[in-house]
């Protein structure tokens, strides 16, 4: 093994304190801060109006405020996706810094194909997220307003002994026990929970998978060890297919589990077993 052929610590150490620190990521965090900053004047400012509505001058501090925050907040989601597309670059070319025959400076020409496969599963991972956290939020504001809803309708049933002088008044405890009836349907009607839960495992699914192949842990990602340059990149080539062929299965899974999670609703529901019957 020749002098540019063995590893470099050194090398290796730089990189992982880059890979670990990320400009992007630091200027997105110090950005966001400074968001932050804006937001919490902004709120200064409205309390201030509330509180001393003459001074006419904090309205128009309010409103730069509220300007120059949402600027931050769009160029945050811009630097987001800026920082989240370099870590899949490091992430593709990390298996160079690992392979056995180190080469840092020439780029390996299947760097781009292995972070197309990382960014095909980090959008996947993406929308599983955006999946579980919409799925968790309403599951929990309507169970919430489930219980707010029935634990004021015993309350409300005092009202007609109340003379309270104002008409509609007397409606509440008709309202807010229907309110309540329909918002339990609406949890009891749609999956909320079992969403939230399926999303979350396909996360946690793709991300281990993720990790597996970005770092080479097991033997159908592992390429960096071979002496070889030729079978190196052709096992290289053959992580990269197998990637893509485990991260469509847990996709297609979660899919199949979603279909029949909807079957089995259908075949449940009263009216459709009533008119099968027939």
Not at 47 to 68: E, L, M, N, T
Not at 97 to 111: D, R
Not at 233 to 243: D, G, S
Request: with cysteine.
């Amino acid at each position: 093994m020749t002098d540019s052929e063995k590893t470099n610590p050194t090398e290796n150490s730089n990189y992982v304190e880059n890979f670990s620190n990320s400009s992007s990521t630091s200027m997105w965090l110090t950005s966001k801060i400074v968001e932050y900053l804006f937001l919490a004047a902004f709120v200064c400012a409205l309390v201030i109006i509330s509180i001393f509505p003459d001074i006419q001058v904090v309205k128009v501090y309010a409103a730069a405020f509220v300007s120059i925050w949402l600027f931050l907040f769009l160029v945050n989601q811009q630097l987001l996706k800026t920082s989240s597309q370099s870590d899949l670059t490091k992430k593709a070319e990390l298996y160079n810094y690992l392979s056995a025959n180190n080469n840092f400076l020439e780029s390996n020409p299947l760097t781009p194909a292995r972070e197309k496969a990382l960014q095909y599963s980090q959008e996947l991972i993406d929308d599983y997220k955006k999946i579980r956290g919409t799925s968790r939020s309403l599951y929990y504001t309507l169970q919430l307003a489930t219980v707010v809803f029935s634990g004021i309708t015993p309350i409300l049933v005092l009202v007609d002994k109340l003379d309270v002088g104002i008409s509609w008044f007397k409606w509440l405890p008709v309202i807010f026990p229907a309110v309540a009836s329909i918002v339990a349907s609406i949890v009891t009607s749609f999956p909320f929970q079992e969403n939230s839960v399926a999303a979350n495992t396909t996360v946690e699914l793709l991300e281990a998978e993720q990790e597996k192949f970005v770092l080479g842990v097991t033997e159908s990602y592992r390429c960096y060890d071979i002496e070889d340059e030729s079978q190196r990149q052709n096992k290289a080539k053959q992580a990269i297919e197998n990637f893509i062929i485990q991260v469509n299965n847990i996709h297609l899974n979660q899919v199949q589990e979603l279909s029949k999670t909807k079957s089995g609703e259908k075949n449940t529901d009263p009216a459709v077993q009533s008119v099968e019957s027939k």
